[in-house]
T-cell receptor, first 116, second 120 residues
Framework: AQKITQTQPGMFVQEKEAVTLDCTYDTSDQSYGLFWYKQPSSGEMIFLIYQGSYDEQNATEGRYSLNFQKARKSANLVISASQLGDSAMYFCAMRIYTGANSKLTFGKGITLSVRP | EPEVTQTPSHQVTQMGQEVILRCVPISNHLYFYWYRQILGQKVEFLVSFYNNEISEKSEIFDDQFSVERPDGSNFTLKIRSTKLEDSAMYFC??????????????????FGEGSRLTVL
């Protein structure tokens, strides 16, 4: 069974600085995807970035990048130039591609607060 | 941009009452999911649904829960006799076919904005 671990307590970052949110995962499958979602206080789940297990390059989406270290089974999210609107809960998630209908498994999330 | 829509956004009910949460997935998606998030906690998988049947369900998804796709567009979650501990945000999600290794198809789950259920 797959497992996602997010152990950081609430994170704080100064506006315009970069921050790294940690995520480790555990699976014996070779084909999987790693996702980060943002959940602001309004509650919706916003997809941020995706990394496939076979992707050799780290994924980037605007200010978001994913530091993927396959041997260490880590998929840390890096947010550059933090903005006040980045204050939210961030969830790391994994999907195993053993079948087309496999579920997304979430970590417990990390709260990020951006200080002005 | 197509989106998953959920109704109601918030429902308050008395313990023991039946609740139906509704979802309209993205129209060309084939795989549907319900997740639950108790306030401030992790997002928990409830059930996945494909080809008009349940593909997988979690331990949370007991006999009090059921899902249905009554027509070509709606996907519903029914809780037959609500308990206090059912109070949570319920998210519907959908995805299209995953092509493992395909760089253009991540198998991303698209989430609705959630239905907040409060059981009194």
């Amino acid at each position: 069974a797959q497992k996602i671990t997010q152990t950081q307590p609430g994170m704080f970052v100064q506006e315009k600085e970069a921050v790294t949110l940690d995520c480790t995962y555990d699976t014996s499958d070779q084909s999987y995807g790693l996702f980060w979602y943002k959940q602001p206080s309004s509650g919706e789940m916003i997809f941020l970035i995706y990394q496939g297990s076979y992707d050799e390059q780290n994924a980037t989406e605007g200010r978001y990048s994913l530091n993927f270290q396959k041997a260490r089974k880590s998929a840390n999210l890096v947010i550059s130039a933090s903005q006040l609107g980045d204050s939210a809960m961030y969830f790391c998630a994994m999907r195993i591609y053993t079948g087309a209908n496999s579920k997304l498994t979430f970590g417990k999330g990390i709260t990020l607060s951006v200080r002005p | 941009e197509p989106e998953v829509t959920q109704t109601p956004s918030h429902q308050v009910t008395q313990m023991g009452q039946e609740v139906i949460l509704r979802c309209v997935p993205i129209s060309n998606h084939l795989y549907f999911y319900w997740y639950r998030q108790i306030l401030g906690q992790k997002v928990e998988f409830l059930v996945s649904f494909y080809n008009n049947e349940i593909s997988e369900k979690s331990e949370i998804f007991d006999d009090q829960f059921s899902v249905e796709r009554p027509d070509g567009s709606n996907f519903t979650l029914k809780i037959r006799s609500t308990k206090l501990e059912d109070s949570a945000m319920y998210f519907c999600a959908s995805s299209d076919m995953i092509l493992a290794g395909a760089s253009t198809n991540t198998g991303e789950l698209f989430f609705g904005e959630g239905s907040r259920l409060t059981v009194l």
